[in-house]
């Protein structure tokens, strides 16, 4: 039984929903946030997953990508938010934390911060809770239901959204998130790559009612909830491959 990796977060409900009810007995699924889940990966104890891309860039050989799906966005994620207690221009020189949760969301605001707005801060990863980060630093990146949730009460004057900023500064989408395989695992891909396109087009196609389900329910909508899906994009074309390659470019740049 093929083990796949299932990260938590509301981005990715749809298609773990709709994959696990049309095939319930051919995988094993096992959670992570996106950090744990990019070491299982690694290290063999998961077949598949959808997994940060900073993983897939750094370790291109250890990895097959499963062809045309990707958690990406072309434009605001809604999702990926720094939360700042000043204007952007004022975070020079101080020390902006990260949650510890995402490699890919980290090296991005390294990029947002250093190569888009030439601000020199110090980036600090850290497991605390918003409120008490913000109570000595300026400024805290997160991500998935943590800055889904804090998004609604806007615990600071200045909320930027990541993928938004790429957006406007590039033209391209930013891919937060490949599914790939470990290569030992390659003889699976075909049929696990059918059943993720039967359950991408699926969800697709009921975002609305899948909300329902949802267990960020608890603080969004349902509208809201599929406003947010169909504002990501979980396909994997050229444009994404051009942003992917762009992003492998200012990573090497900034030295992540």
Same mark, same amino acid.
């Given at each position: 039984?093929?083990?796949?990796?299932?990260?938590?977060?509301?981005?990715? $409900?749809?298609?773990?929903?709709?994959? @696990?009810?049309a095939s319930?007995t051919a995988?094993?699924?096992?959670?992570?946030?996106?950090?744990?889940?990019?070491r299982l990966?690694r290290e063999?104890?998961?077949d598949?997953?959808?997994?940060?891309s900073v @993983?897939?860039l750094?370790?291109?050989e250890?990895?097959l990508?499963? @062809?045309?799906h990707?958690?990406?966005?072309?434009?605001?994620?809604g999702?990926? *938010?720094?939360?700042?207690?000043?204007r952007?221009?004022?975070?020079?020189?101080?020390?902006?934390?990260?949650t510890?949760?995402?490699?890919?969301s980290?090296a *991005?605001l390294?990029?947002v911060?250093?190569?888009?707005h030439g601000?020199?801060?110090n980036?600090e990863?850290?497991?605390?809770p918003?409120?008490e980060?913000?109570?000595?630093?300026?400024?805290?990146?997160?991500?998935?239901?943590?800055?889904?949730?804090?998004a609604?009460?806007?615990p600071?004057?200045f909320?930027?959204? *990541?993928?938004d900023i790429? $957006?406007?500064?590039?033209?391209?989408p930013?891919?937060?998130a490949l599914w790939?395989?470990n290569?030992?695992s390659?003889?699976a891909?075909e049929?696990?790559r059918?059943?993720?396109?039967?359950a991408?087009?699926e969800a697709?196609?009921?975002?609305p009612?899948?909300?329902?389900?949802c267990?960020a329910?608890?603080w969004l909508s349902?509208?809201?909830?599929t406003a $947010?899906?169909?504002g990501?994009?979980?396909?994997?074309?050229e444009r994404?491959r051009?942003?992917?390659e762009?992003?492998n470019? $200012?990573?090497?740049e900034?030295?992540?």
């Amino acid at each position: 039984m093929l083990k796949i990796g299932r990260i938590p977060y509301a981005n990715l $409900y749809p298609i773990y929903h709709c994959l @696990e009810k049309a095939s319930s007995t051919a995988y094993e699924f096992i959670g992570g946030v996106p950090y744990e889940i990019n070491r299982l990966l690694r290290e063999g104890r998961i077949d598949i997953s959808p997994s940060s891309s900073v @993983e897939y860039l750094r370790r291109p050989e250890r990895y097959l990508l499963i @062809e045309g799906h990707s958690v990406s966005s072309e434009g605001p994620v809604g999702s990926i *938010l720094l939360f700042s207690r000043m204007r952007l221009e004022g975070l020079d020189g101080r020390t902006v934390l990260h949650t510890s949760q995402s490699e890919t969301s980290a090296a *991005l605001l390294r990029i947002v911060l250093s190569r888009f707005h030439g601000l020199r801060c110090n980036i600090e990863s850290s497991g605390l809770p918003l409120d008490e980060g913000l109570g000595t630093h300026a400024a805290y990146l997160l991500i998935g239901d943590d800055a889904l949730r804090h998004a609604r009460r806007r615990p600071t004057p200045f909320v930027y959204d *990541l993928g938004d900023i790429w $957006y406007r500064e590039t033209g391209l989408p930013f891919v937060f998130a490949l599914w790939m395989a470990n290569r030992g695992s390659a003889a699976a891909i075909e049929s696990f790559r059918r059943d993720l396109d039967v359950a991408k087009a699926e969800a697709l196609g009921s975002l609305p009612e899948i909300a329902e389900s949802c267990p960020a329910r608890r603080w969004l909508s349902a509208e809201e909830l599929t406003a $947010y899906w169909r504002g990501l994009s979980y396909g994997f074309g050229e444009r994404h491959r051009r942003g992917l390659e762009l992003f492998n470019e $200012y990573l090497k740049e900034t030295g992540v």
